[in-house]
C-alpha cells in the first residue's frame, strides 16, 4: 500500500502546484515509484507543468466510467524518471457535485494504485471536495505565502478541515454525531461546546480526533522580512485548533521558478542550484526520511 501525501492551502497560487510537481519528481528520481494525481477539480494543471498538452486520458475518464480502472488513465514520463502522472478534470457539473458514493470510490481507486508514493493536488479553496481530499491521506503539507491574507486563508482551511474531522469521528446515528451533523459551525469552539453539551466527554473524543493530525507548513516565496506573520500562524493554529503545525521549510521568491515553468520542466531538474530548488530538494529530503516511517507499507521502494 503506498503513503499519501496531500497538499492544501486555502488560498490559491501559492505554489501548491510547483512544489507538488518538484517534489514528485525529486522522489521519483530518489528510486521511489510515484504517482501525482490532480485533484484540483476546475484548475487541473499538473499536465502542463511537465508540458503534457493533450492527455490521452484524464481523471474525467475515470468519473464517467469512460474507462473501468483509474490505472487506465495514468500517464507515465519516461524522460522523468517513471513518475507518474494522473492528470485532472475540468469543472463539470458531475464533477462538482460529486456524490460521496463517487468520492469513496475514487480515493479507494487511489489507494489501490500501484505505488510507493501518492501525491495528492487538492486544489485552492474549502470545498468539501478539497478538505476531505486532504484529510484523506497519510501526510498533510500545506503551503502558504507569508503575506498576512494568505496565511488568515489557510487557518480558515485548517479550522475547516479540523471540523470536518471531528464530524467524522462521531457515527451518524450517535446522540452527538446525529445533533452535530443537524448544525453549521465556523468555528472548532463551536464544535467541542456544542459535543459536550449533548454529552458528557464528548468534547474529550472530539479533541482526541485531531491527536495525529499535525499538518507540515511549508512558507512559499518567503522574502526576510516574513517573520512575523509566521509565528503569527503557529499561534492562531495552537491556540484555536489546539493542533501543533511543524514547519517543514521556507521556499525563497525565485525567478528561476518562472524559467521553469516556461521550460515545462520543474525547477529541482532544470536549475537545481536555483534558491528555490534548494529549497525544495532539503523539504524532498525530509519527507523521504516521513515516508520511511511509514516502514514496509512502501514495500515496492526500490531505493
Ligand atoms: N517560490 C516562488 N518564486 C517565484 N514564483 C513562484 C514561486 N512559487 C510559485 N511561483 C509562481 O506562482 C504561481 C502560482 O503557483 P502554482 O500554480 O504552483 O500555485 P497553486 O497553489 O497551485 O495555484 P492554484 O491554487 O491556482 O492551483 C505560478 O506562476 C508559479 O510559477
Ligand atoms: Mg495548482
Do not use: W
Not at 15 to 21: A, E, H, N, R, V
Not at 119 to 138: I, N, P
Not at 171 to 192: A, D, I, P, Q, Y
Not at 266 to 284: F, H, K, T, W
Request: net charge neutral.
Amino acid at each position: 500500500m503506498a503513503v499519501t501525501i496531500s497538499m492544501g492551502s486555502g488560498k490559491g497560487g501559492t505554489g501548491k502546484t510547483t512544489l507538488l510537481c518538484n517534489l514528485a519528481l525529486l522522489l521519483a528520481k530518489k528510486g521511489k515509484k510515484v504517482c501525482l494525481v490532480d485533484l484540483d477539480i476546475g484548475g487541473a494543471d499538473i499536465h502542463l507543468l511537465f508540458g503534457l498538452f493533450e492527455p490521452k486520458h484524464s481523471l474525467t475518464d475515470f468519473l464517467n466510467r469512460k474507462v473501468d480502472s483509474l490505472t487506465e488513465v495514468v500517464h507515465t514520463f519516461y524522460s522523468f524518471y517513471g513518475l507518474q502522472i494522473i492528470p485532472g478534470t475540468g469543472s463539470t457539473l458531475q464533477t462538482a457535485n460529486m456524490s460521496f458514493q463517487e468520492k469513496q470510490r475514487l480515493l479507494r481507486a487511489i489507494s489501490a494504485l500501484d505505488a510507493d508514493v501518492i501525491l495528492m493536488d487538492v486544489g485552492a479553496g474549502t470545498s468539501y471536495h478539497a478538505l476531505d481530499f486532504f484529510m484523506f491521506s497519510d501526510i498533510q503539507l500545506c503551503v502558504t505565502m507569508p503575506e498576512p491574507t494568505s496565511i488568515i486563508d489557510l487557518y480558515s482551511f485548517l479550522q475547516l478541515a479540523t471540523i470536518r474531522k471531528v464530524l467524522g469521528s462521531f457515527l451518524t446515528n450517535s446522540e452527538v454525531g446525529h445533533m452535530l451533523r443537524k448544525h453549521t459551525f465556523s468555528t472548532l469552539t463551536e464544535v467541542f461546546e456544542l459535543a459536550e453539551k449533548t454529552q458528557e466527554g464528548a468534547k474529550a473524543k472530539a479533541q482526541r480526533s485531531l491527536h495525529y493530525f499535525h499538518p507540515l507548513l511549508v512558507i512559499n516565496r518567503d522574502t526576510p522580512n516574513a517573520r512575523v506573520n509566521k509565528t503569527k500562524l503557529k499561534q492562531l493554529v495552537a491556540k484555536y485548533l489546539g493542533i501543533d503545525i511543524p514547519q517543514l521549510g521556507e521556499i525563497p521568491e525565485d525567478a528561476a521558478i518562472q524559467d521553469a515553468l516556461r521550460a515545462y520542466m520543474p525547477v529541482c531538474e532544470l536549475s537545481p542550484e536555483a534558491p528555490a530548488a534548494i529549497a525544495i530538494i532539503r523539504i524532498a529530503d525530509k519527507i523521504e526520511k516521513l515516508i520511511g516511517l511509514f516502514g514496509d507499507r512502501s514495500h515496492n521502494s526500490t531505493s
